[in-house]
């Protein structure tokens, strides 16, 4: 099925597979399920597997040249001891993420309304994400850190299990797992503040235009130095309290990254269409930043997202959205959509019970 180089909207029923079908998309660009389902829940119930594929058009240069077109692969299967199969133009590939031509996609879900709504552990792993997507060479921050905090707290769990020990014998032991959590925690600590400067200002501008009143703001509460040095000393200075514990209590898997309106947490003095509003300005706003600092747009794919918006916000939401970079929209009803019959605007009717039929406008 081709897709417009702009705004697509996809329309039906509740039921009908919208969703499914931006899911689809999602995992020939990445090889993942964006709801983090397993396999089995991909695959058509009561079939054994099933195949998606990606055709990637590269965007024509300022010469009218298109850059080499692609096509990604993924099987998965029913089966729980069978691993998914990923390829690119045939060749089989441990990763798709990694590889350089494929897609980068911004992503709203009704779901992740608890990214405004609820705890600070989601928004601390879609922060890390972000991190990675601003910077890909840096590499796996999160997971670094991650690491040096499980070997870290696997032996505070060991040392509280086997009390008796001196101050001065857990010092010692504890002192190599110090030195690795502290260069990691300071450097995803960083990450973390850099990534959110970078995205601060392409935010409170989408917010602005898809008409949040107020300055929407993000407030990220570090509590740990981004000095691999002062980060070693606040370690150090808790061992034993650490060791009673038996894990470590201070550091970035504690941050807060609050949202706040005009000092305010959007979660608890935002109306429902305030909230959805701010995440639709941090998802466009994020795409915003990612296109500036590696040079490519990721595909927007907003699910399910003009419940609770009213008319003006809607005709705002459509307004940033048409006209820059491609986007896949669903909408029980496409007149949810103004502009929705316009001739540069992709229509995707999906019917119950069957493959989509298509109405594409644009260049593919
Ligand atoms: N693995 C599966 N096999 C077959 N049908 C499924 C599977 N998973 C979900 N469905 C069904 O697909 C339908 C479409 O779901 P969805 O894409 O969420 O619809 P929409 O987003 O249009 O409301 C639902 O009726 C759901 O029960
Ligand atoms: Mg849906």
Same mark, same amino acid.
């Given at each position: 099925m081709p897709l417009g180089p702009g705004m697509t909207v996809v329309s039906g029923p509740n039921g009908a597979g919208k969703t499914n079908l931006l899911e689809i998309a999602y995992l020939a660009c990445t090889g993942r399920s964006f709801r983090h389902v397993p396999d089995r829940e991909l695959v058509r119930r009561g079939a054994e597997a099933g195949h998606v594929t990606g055709d990637v058009t590269g965007t024509p240069d300022a010469d009218g040249a298109g850059a080499p077109a692609h096509r990604f692969g993924v099987g998965v299967s029913a089966r729980v001891d069978e691993r998914r199969r990923t390829s690119v133009d045939g060749q089989p590939v441990e990763r798709l993420l990694d590889h350089p031509a494929r897609p980068l996609l911004s992503v709203f879900l009704p779901d992740r309304m608890v990214l405004v709504k609820g705890g600070p552990?989601?928004?601390?792993?879609?922060?890390?994400?972000? $991190?990675?997507?601003?910077?890909?060479?840096? =590499?796996? $921050?999160?997971?670094?850190?991650?690491?040096?905090?499980?070997?870290?707290?696997?032996?505070?769990?060991?040392?509280?299990?086997?009390?008796?020990?001196?101050?001065?014998?857990?010092? @010692?032991?504890?002192?190599?797992?110090?030195?690795?959590?502290?260069?990691?925690?300071?450097?995803?600590?960083?990450?973390?503040?850099?990534? $959110?400067?970078?995205?601060?200002?392409a935010v409170a501008g989408r917010a602005g235009q898809l008409g949040l009143e107020g300055r929407l703001e993000l407030d990220y509460r570090a509590r740990t130095s981004t000095d691999p040095d002062e980060v070693l000393a606040?370690?150090?200075?808790? @061992?034993?309290?650490?060791?009673?514990?038996?894990?470590?209590? #201070? =550091?970035? @898997?504690?941050?807060?990254?609050?949202?706040?309106?005009?000092?305010?947490? *959007?979660?608890?003095? =935002?109306?429902?269409?305030? #909230?959805?509003?701010?995440? *639709?300005?941090?998802?466009? =706003?994020?795409?915003?930043?990612?296109?500036?600092? $590696?040079?490519?747009?990721?595909?927007?794919?907003?699910?399910?997202?003009?419940?609770?918006?009213?008319?003006?916000?809607?005709?705002?939401?459509?307004?940033?959205?048409?006209?820059?970079? #491609?986007?896949?929209?669903?909408?029980?009803?496409?007149?949810?959509?103004p502009g929705a019959e316009d001739p540069d605007v992709g229509r995707v009717d999906v019917l119950p019970g069957r493959a989509a039929a298509t109405r594409v406008a644009g260049r593919a």
């Open positions: 552990a989601l928004r601390r792993a879609h922060l890390d994400q972000l $991190v990675v997507a601003l910077r890909p060479s840096g =590499g796996d $921050v999160r997971g670094r850190f991650l690491e040096a905090l499980r070997q870290r707290n696997a032996l505070l769990g060991a040392l509280r299990d086997r009390p008796g020990r001196d101050a001065s014998s857990i010092a @010692h032991r504890l002192d190599p797992w110090d030195r690795s959590l502290a260069i990691a925690a300071a450097e995803l600590t960083r990450a973390r503040a850099g990534a $959110v400067e970078r995205i601060a200002g606040a370690l150090r200075d808790r @061992h034993a309290g650490d060791v009673e514990r038996g894990f470590t209590h #201070q =550091g970035p @898997h504690r941050d807060e990254l609050a949202v706040r309106r005009d000092g305010r947490l *959007l979660s608890r003095f =935002g109306s429902q269409g305030e #909230q959805r509003i701010a995440l *639709l300005a941090i998802v466009l =706003g994020e795409t915003d930043a990612v296109e500036e600092a $590696v040079g490519r747009r990721p595909i927007v794919l907003l699910d399910d997202v003009m419940s609770e918006l009213d008319r003006r916000r809607r005709e705002r939401l459509v307004d940033a959205v048409r006209g820059s970079g #491609q986007a896949l929209v669903s909408v029980t009803e496409a007149d949810h959509v």
